[in-house]
């Protein structure tokens, strides 16, 4: 692991500052409540403070090659015979320090007065340590859990795109065997239609393909696909249905997942229209709401007509959930003989 100091500037910044205020109270309280001279204070402050610094930042690269994954019994144990064994180290060249540069004569009661305080001054070092060595245990498990959240997330995101991808692959064979399946039909008691009804569709599909690994797009292109869909429906149910559209001029370039309109569309012509002998009504309105936008699909269909969800609603549904963390953005209501389907798009999404 690389060192957080050579990381983050506000790390050595924080580190550099509280080893400031440490040699400040240990002069200030060397000579306030010790009268010990200032400059002796000075210098002991120093010498003492300045290579537990150096040994605190050399504690990291111990921590990195120990590790963290240990059985906390054996974490407490090694960390606190090491803890003695660098306060020994600390105490030991600190004062063989002070010998060279201000033990003599004239400063006999401040040697004294050190040696008294080696035992408090080991206590001292061993706390020094504890601290130390819990902000690196700290900063290593918060950013084990970051890294950890990061791949989960990116994890999550391929997950979603491929259960997106598999969602969405299942609208357009679901649309084609209907499509066929009316040119089938066509084939023999119509041929000229069931020849315009191919061309619409290769045309159709040219434009699908063309936008096919669009995650998102603008309503109004979704809008004209649907148009496109229904003029192929159109060929084989002449005047059994009649579209209609109430769509609010703020809604016409908001972004809405790709593909999630049609298959609703689709839903109305299988389960309102061709088992119906009456004309079916499809209507599309949106309507653009303070925090969503909310577009509404409804159709009536007969009594005895097996109105349903269908595989498409529940894809759509299902999309819906996936792309924003929403299991309440679809809305199914079936009274009067009137069958009804709000989507309700999030505008916090609009950006991403």
Known sequence: MIHPFQIYNKSSAIFISFWLIIILM???VLNLVFQVDIYLSLIDSLIYNIIYAIISYSLWYFISAYGTEKKITSL????????IIIAAFWLFVSNFLLDVFIYNQDNLSYQEMNNKSLLIRGIVGILHYGMIISAYYVYIIYQNLTTKKIREQELNKLLTESELKTLKYQINPH?????????SSLTLISPEKAREMTIRLSDFMRSTFAKKDDKFI????ELSSIKNYLEIEKIRFEDKFEYKENVSPLCMNKRIPNFIIQPIIENAIKHGVYESLDKVEIQLSCNQKESFTEIMIKNNYEERSKNGEGVGITNVNERLKLIYGNDRLLKIK?????????IYIPNEFEND
Not at 175 to 183: A, H, K
Not at 218 to 221: G, N, Q, R, W
Not at 334 to 342: A, G, Q, R
């Open 76 to 83: 407490i144990f090694t960390n606190l015979f090491v803890s």
């Open 334 to 342: 079936d009274e009067n003989n009137i069958f009804s389907v709000t």
């Open 26 to 28: 240990q002069i200030a």
């Open 175 to 183: 649309f084609i065997f209907n499509t066929l399946n009316s040119i």
């Open 218 to 221: 603008m309503l109004k292109d």
